[in-house]
């Protein structure tokens, strides 16, 4: 399984869902492709033919914005034909900009407002516990996310209970939507506020698909605490005109002829 073709594939399909309707949060969605590659492909026990297979594996994405994101990740592994891609938030579509259970096969949770996914993740992995299933809950959230006060009551929470079969990225970008999140409501040291919190704190390269699955595996190997594995992130990654936006790459106009420059540079990487 080459992670790096299937990289380039969910990146040049998020370009094209984005595209088809002419804006999006293109940024937030190309920073998680790395991380929702192996997720899908390598590491979680899943079943795209029964995608409410009982015991699976669970992931949340708390960014409810990035929908597309784990939409074009959902396609390339057999959820649902890709032409459903370009039907993005259009009249009728089962593929809303934010996250929707109820619409999207395979979407475990409906987000969008910001830090309630990283809640229900918790509630997710309790209930595995006691049903004694075995599975693993991920979940992803923000940095600029982690300015909300339910983040936290969340992650004290999950390390009360030893949520060890609770896996968290945070996609450390370093920007939010209307700025730098340093300049706004600094969340670092984003390692230290975790640890202090009582969560087993691991640092990796978000963009380096070896270093999440060491970091998945390391999770896995202890049973005492919940994981944070803070994911070192590029907003707009593989694509540079996208990248030099900066944090106005958070939500901005995409149209097709933006879309066919992409595919060139995300091909030539």
């Avoid at 399984?1 to 088809?20: F, P, Y």
């Avoid at 192996?38 to 009982?54: A, C, G, H, T």
């Avoid at 030893?162 to 896996?167: D, G, P, S, V």
């Avoid at 984003?190 to 087993?200: I, Q, Y």
Wanted: some cysteine; proline content about 3%.
């Amino acid at each position: 399984m080459n992670l790096t073709e299937i990289c380039k594939d969910i990146r040049e399909d998020i370009v094209k869902c984005i595209a088809s309707i002419g804006v999006g949060h293109i940024g937030g969605c190309l920073s998680l492709v790395e991380i929702l590659a192996v997720l899908y492909f390598k590491e979680m026990n899943i079943d795209p033919q029964n995608p409410r297979m009982p015991g699976r594996d669970r992931l949340i994405v708390s960014k409810g914005h990035a929908g597309p994101a784990v939409y074009a990740t959902l396609a390339n592994r057999g959820y649902f034909d890709k032409s459903e891609l370009l039907t993005l938030n259009q009249g009728g579509t089962k593929l809303p900009s934010h996250c929707d259970m109820n619409l999207t096969t395979g979407i475990d949770m409906t987000t969008g407002s910001l830090g309630q996914g990283m809640s229900c993740a918790v509630g997710a992995a309790i209930g595995s516990q006691l049903n004694k299933d075995g599975a693993y809950i991920y979940a992803i959230i923000g940095d600029g996310e982690s300015q909300e006060g339910q983040i936290w009551e969340a992650a004290m929470f999950a390390a009360q209970k030893k949520l060890y079969n609770l896996i968290v990225f945070t996609d450390n970008n370093g920007m939010q939507i209307d700025g730098n999140t340093a300049d706004i409501n600094k969340v670092e040291p984003v390692d230290k506020r975790w640890e202090s919190f009582g969560w087993n704190v691991i640092v990796v390269d978000g963009h380096d698909t070896a270093q999440i699955e060491a970091a998945i595996k390391s999770a896995k190997a202890q049973k005492e605490k919940p994981t944070m594995i803070i994911a070192n992130t590029i907003k707009g990654k593989g694509v540079p005109f996208v990248e030099a936006k900066g944090y106005a790459n958070h939500n901005m106009p995409f149209t097709q002829e933006d879309a066919q420059r992409a595919i060139e540079e995300i091909r030539r990487a």
